[in-house]
């Protein structure tokens, strides 16, 4: 018990840490690495979980999310860059080194969070919920602060992990179905996405927004 | 054993004609078959509708899906709109692969995607499971993406970009407060049925009220992203102006309702585990002014045509939402107005599509004259807009009125004058808009249009009868029947 309970925190810290990472990061491909390794460690919560009722649906789920979050969806992602020849982000709203100042005080305003609005009472551990927590305001600050749609994409995917990882310590176990629509919503939230990409890059010869602003008001 | 039947009848006509179109050879009747599917669809939830009435129950298919009055009510919605706007979509492409603006290739995709979309929207209404109703709202938008997209706008490309980014960031939210209306219904026992909104509604004395209250935040946020509540409503506009103009009939006569009916079914839960203290209806409340006040702020300065009417749908979801917020009348009023406002809003954009064909333009400082030029839709378009403005005696300003009232019988007269404030500003300047496409000098047709076909007339006539006639009476049957579906909201209807 002491020593998943220490795993836990290394993997949670480390989620934490990926954030970091995808906020210092300008390359696209190093982002998508970190988005990666986000999903791939947290993938490996349930596995961790304080006596798991149900071992083959957590099996099952801890193989597709890995396969889905680890593999598929970043190994599309890294071929749509290739496709579009841009591979970093350029000119940012907000610089690397301020992003993650930004980062790892919201990170240290979610674990204080955490002990004043007493959601640990109801999770599975008090990790989990700070850790998801810190990684939606991550995740909503890569989509609004970042130019370029594959970085919005990269910060969708992050936002939804931080879902993923309250699923995990509130509802432990959701019926089955619901967690597969959940990965699949994902799954195919992520082509279309990457469709839509191409399309833009054919029509305006980038993948920044900046030059895609003709809809306001 | 007959609503189960019909239920299944739905999804099997629908998943039959996404598979018809697939196969279909001509391309150029392909849009029959949505129009065929729908007209099944809706003879069927009559049907429904009177099997329901015959049954008292309202839970099927071992509790999977709930089946109410206010289901009904949505299910019927959408059903209708999607009739009405199928058989206006047959004209509308035809004209549109006359003048070779369309590829043949689109309408296979277009009818396909129309079908599962329509699917999809039953699913979340049906859903009795709250995990069920989250992933089919998420994959409406999905769905829904492509249907923007079309080579005859340049710009849809990136209306479908900030829709499809815009509403995947509310969806996620609203996963959130899925999970935490589940954390705070813990004590309720069974692991399944906390999932299941007739278990929420039974056991809700158990249910922790302060994490409730979080998530109903949660809920009304994200899914308030798809309803177009302000300020996450900045995808609408985008979305509805760039779109075919049936895809903006659905989108706002249908769409927007169908994820506002998922934080209706949410609100009964949380106010019952709070006590009915009212604290989830004053964040709908705040929500519903914030999207009055935007809609008044930005209505004025509106030049093209469909992202005024985008704006109209922001200012008519702010009036449902704060009709909820009131809760007695105002609920009654609320759902009142989703009926007009869904009918009333698909007859503003089916005339909007024609006028901006007619005069090649969507800028409305190039519009004038359209009552006299633009045989049948000019002048629809002057009536359908008198309506959605709000001017007596049509259902828009019966549905408002009782809105007011509402507020004005529990004492808020601070919320009765912000109200009429907003209503006001947003009832001149719309009015000066419609004045100025509607009458002055003719000027500026590019294109003569087809004749109307009977069907089209068919379809505003009815549509306006049913406006004008809700306006002044409402008819006993239909009147209870929204009485119960209010009561579903009000007191959870007793499941």
């Given at each position: 018990?002491?020593?998943?309970?220490?795993?836990?925190?290394?993997?949670?810290?480390?989620?934490?840490?990926?954030?970091?990472?995808?906020l210092?990061?300008?390359?696209?491909?190093?982002?998508?690495?970190?988005?990666?390794?986000?999903?791939?460690?947290?993938?490996?919560?349930?596995?961790?979980?304080?006596?798991?009722?149900?071992?083959?649906?957590?099996f099952l789920?801890?193989?597709?999310?890995?396969?889905?979050?680890?593999?598929?969806?970043?190994?599309?992602?890294?071929?749509?860059?290739?496709?579009?020849?841009?591979?970093r982000?350029?000119?940012?709203?907000?610089?690397y080194?301020?992003?993650?100042?930004?980062?790892?005080?919201?990170?240290?305003?979610?674990?204080?969070?955490?002990?004043?609005?007493?959601?640990?009472?109801?999770t599975?551990?008090?990790?989990?919920?700070?850790?998801?927590?810190?990684?939606?305001?991550?995740?909503?600050?890569?989509?609004?602060?970042?130019?370029?749609?594959?970085?919005q994409?990269?910060?969708?995917?992050?936002?939804?992990?931080?879902?993923?990882?309250?699923?995990?310590?509130?509802?432990?176990?959701?019926p089955?179905?619901?967690?597969?629509?959940?990965?699949?919503?994902?799954?195919?939230?992520?082509?279309?996405?990457?469709?839509?990409?191409?399309?833009?890059?054919?029509?305006?010869?980038?993948?920044?927004?900046?030059?895609?602003?003709?809809?306001?008001? | 054993?007959?609503?189960?039947?019909?239920?299944?009848?739905?999804?099997?006509?629908?998943?039959?004609?996404?598979?018809?179109?697939?196969?279909?050879?001509?391309?150029?009747?392909?849009?029959?078959?949505?129009?065929?599917?729908?007209?099944?669809?809706?003879?069927?939830?009559?049907?429904?509708?009177?099997?329901?009435?015959?049954?008292?129950?309202?839970?099927?298919?071992?509790?999977?899906?709930?089946?109410?009055?206010?289901?009904?009510?949505?299910?019927?919605?959408v059903?209708?709109v999607?009739?009405?706007?199928?058989?206006?979509?047959?004209?509308?492409?035809?004209?549109?692969?006359?003048?070779?603006?369309?590829?043949?290739?689109y309408?296979?995709?277009?009818?396909?995607?129309?079908?599962?979309?329509?699917?999809?929207?039953?699913?979340?209404?049906?859903?009795?499971?709250?995990?069920?109703?989250?992933?089919?709202?998420?994959?409406?938008?999905?769905?829904?993406?492509?249907?923007?997209?079309?080579?005859?706008?340049?710009?849809?490309?990136?209306?479908m970009?900030?829709?499809?980014?815009?509403?995947?960031?509310?969806?996620?939210?609203?996963?959130?407060?899925?999970?935490?209306?589940?954390?705070?219904?813990?004590?309720?026992?069974?692991?399944?049925?906390?999932?299941?909104?007739?278990?929420?509604?039974?056991?809700?004395?158990?249910?922790?009220?302060?994490?409730?209250?979080?998530?109903?935040?949660?809920?009304?946020?994200?899914?308030?992203?798809?309803?177009?509540?302000?300020?996450?409503?900045?995808?609408?506009?985008?979305?509805?102006?760039?779109?075919?103009?049936?895809?903006?009939?659905?989108?706002?006569?249908?769409?927007?309702?169908?994820?506002?009916?998922?934080?209706?079914?949410?609100?009964p839960?949380?106010?019952?585990?709070?006590?009915?203290?009212?604290?989830?209806?004053?964040?709908?409340?705040l929500?519903?002014?914030?999207?009055?006040?935007?809609?008044?702020?930005?209505?004025?300065?509106?030049?093209?045509?469909?992202?005024?009417?985008?704006?109209?749908?922001?200012?008519?979801?702010?009036?449902?939402?704060?009709?909820?917020?009131?809760?007695?009348?105002?609920?009654?009023?609320?759902?009142?107005?989703?009926?007009?406002?869904?009918?009333?809003?698909?007859?503003?954009?089916?005339?909007?599509?024609?006028?901006?064909?007619?005069?090649?333009?969507?800028?409305?400082r190039?519009?004038?004259?359209?009552?006299?030029?633009?045989?049948?839709?000019?002048?629809?378009?002057?009536?359908?807009?008198?309506?959605?403005?709000?001017?007596?005696?049509?259902?828009?300003?019966?549905?408002?009125?009782?809105?007011?009232?509402?507020?004005?019988?529990?004492?808020?007269?601070?919320?009765?004058?912000?109200?009429?404030?907003?209503?006001?500003?947003?009832f001149?300047?719309?009015?000066?808009?419609?004045?100025?496409?509607?009458?002055?000098?003719v000027?500026?047709?590019?294109?003569?249009?087809?004749?109307?076909?009977?069907?089209?007339?068919?379809?505003?006539?009815?549509?306006?009868?049913?406006?004008?006639l809700?306006?002044?009476?409402?008819?006993a049957?239909?009147?209870?029947?929204?009485?119960?579906?209010?009561?579903?909201?009000?007191?959870?209807?007793?499941?």
């Amino acid at each position: 018990m002491a020593m998943k309970f220490n795993i836990l925190a290394w993997v949670s810290l480390s989620i934490v840490v990926c954030n970091l990472y995808l906020l210092a990061t300008s390359r696209l491909s190093g982002m998508i690495r970190g988005v990666a390794a986000q999903g791939f460690l947290m993938s490996l919560l349930p596995l961790l979980l304080p006596n798991p009722a149900e071992k083959a649906h957590m099996f099952l789920l801890v193989f597709l999310s890995v396969a889905i979050k680890g593999v598929i969806i970043p190994r599309y992602l890294y071929q749509a860059i290739r496709e579009v020849r841009e591979l970093r982000e350029v000119n940012p709203a907000v610089g690397y080194s301020l992003s993650v100042i930004y980062g790892i005080l919201v990170s240290a305003f979610a674990f204080y969070l955490l002990g004043k609005i007493g959601l640990s009472s109801v999770t599975v551990s008090p990790f989990h919920a700070a850790t998801a927590i810190a990684t939606a305001f991550i995740g909503i600050f890569l989509i609004v602060a970042r130019q370029n749609v594959v970085s919005q994409i990269i910060g969708y995917l992050v936002l939804e992990n931080s879902g993923f990882i309250l699923g995990i310590s509130i509802a432990a176990f959701q019926p089955l179905f619901i967690e597969m629509g959940v990965l699949l919503d994902m799954l195919v939230g992520v082509f279309i996405m990457v469709m839509a990409v191409n399309h833009i890059y054919t029509e305006h010869d980038t993948i920044s927004l900046r030059k895609l602003e003709r809809l306001t008001r | 054993m007959l609503i189960e039947i019909t239920i299944i009848g739905f999804f099997l006509a629908l998943a039959l004609g996404v598979a018809f179109c697939f196969w279909f050879p001509d391309p150029r009747s392909i849009l029959r078959i949505p129009a065929a599917v729908s007209l099944v669809v809706f003879l069927l939830s009559l049907v429904t509708a009177l099997g329901l009435l015959a049954t008292g129950s309202r839970l099927f298919f071992a509790r999977n899906v709930l089946l109410d009055q206010l289901a009904l009510l949505h299910v019927i919605l959408v059903n209708l709109v999607f009739l009405f706007t199928s058989v206006y979509a047959t004209g509308y492409f035809k004209d549109k692969i006359r003048a070779g603006i369309l590829d043949l290739s689109y309408l296979k995709r277009f009818c396909m995607l129309w079908l599962t979309f329509q699917g999809l929207l039953l699913l979340v209404i049906l859903s009795n499971n709250i995990g069920v109703m989250w992933v089919a709202l998420e994959a409406t938008t999905l769905v829904s993406s492509f249907l923007i997209i079309s080579d005859a706008e340049p710009l849809s490309i990136e209306a479908m970009w900030k829709y499809l980014m815009i509403c995947s960031v509310g969806i996620v939210f609203a996963f959130m407060g899925t999970i935490l209306t589940v954390a705070a219904a813990k004590n309720i026992q069974g692991q399944d049925s906390l999932f299941l909104f007739s278990q929420l509604l039974a056991h809700a004395d158990l249910i922790n009220p302060r994490l409730m209250l979080l998530a109903f935040i949660f809920i009304a946020v994200g899914f308030g992203t798809k309803a177009g509540l302000a300020p996450m409503h900045t995808w609408l506009p985008d979305a509805h102006s760039q779109a075919p103009t049936p895809v903006s009939a659905v989108f706002s006569g249908v769409m927007l309702n169908v994820a506002f009916y998922c934080i209706m079914r949410y609100l009964p839960v949380t106010e019952a585990a709070l006590g009915g203290s009212g604290q989830a209806r004053s964040i709908l409340l705040l929500l519903g002014f914030l999207s009055l006040i935007f809609a008044a702020v930005f209505i004025p300065i509106q030049t093209d045509l469909k992202r005024f009417l985008a704006y109209c749908s922001v200012e008519h979801m702010g009036i449902i939402a704060v009709g909820l917020g009131l809760g007695g009348l105002g609920t009654f009023a609320a759902l009142l107005h989703t009926v007009n406002h869904s009918f009333s809003k698909v007859l503003a954009f089916f005339s909007a599509g024609h006028i901006g064909d007619h005069y090649r333009t969507r800028d409305m400082r190039h519009i004038s004259g359209a009552v006299s030029s633009l045989p049948l839709w000019g002048p629809v378009f002057f009536l359908s807009l008198l309506v959605l403005i709000g001017v007596a005696p049509f259902s828009v300003f019966m549905s408002e009125f009782l809105t007011v009232k509402a507020a004005f019988s529990q004492g808020r007269y601070l919320v009765v004058g912000l109200f009429l404030f907003c209503a006001l500003a947003i009832f001149i300047s719309s009015l000066k808009h419609v004045m100025g496409i509607s009458f002055g000098g003719v000027k500026n047709i590019q294109a003569s249009m087809g004749k109307a076909r009977t069907i089209d007339w068919a379809i505003a006539l009815v549509l306006l009868a049913g406006l004008l006639l809700l306006g002044v009476w409402i008819p006993a049957v239909f009147g209870a029947f929204l009485q119960n579906a209010a009561a579903a909201i009000e007191g959870g209807g007793g499941l």
